[in-house]
């Protein structure tokens, strides 16, 4: 942990705002633009500003990516097909083999 928590917000620089940034975002929520110590700096760096936006909408994706959905089973469409095929497979057999577990 760095010096984080005695950081004067009104005094930060953006090479200050890059150092910390880690800090930002792993001690928050996620998203740096609504912390409001932070507020004024980023309304007066633009180029700090417009980086915050991008990291957030990464992180909001990534956070996206193991979040589950409804359609996350595939369709009983797809179960058929596989069972058909695999009918075809063994010769028309209408009972598939269970597989034996060891």
């Known amino acids: 942990m760095t010096e984080f928590q005695s950081l ?38 633009p180029d700090c500003a417009a980086l915050v936006r991008d990291l957030e909408a990464i992180a909001d994706q990534a956070r996206s990516l193991f979040e589950p959905t409804e359609d996350q089973d595939p369709s009983d469409a797809v179960w058929s097909n596989i069972q058909n095929k695999l009918k075809q497979d063994l010769g028309g057999e209408d009972e598939l083999p269970i597989p034996q577990t060891v």
């Open 8 to 45: 004067d917000f009104d005094k930060m620089t953006p090479a200050d705002f890059e150092q910390y940034l880690p800090e930002f975002f792993s001690n928050g929520d996620g998203h740096v633009s609504n912390d409001p110590r932070l507020q004024t700096f980023l309304r007066n760096n």
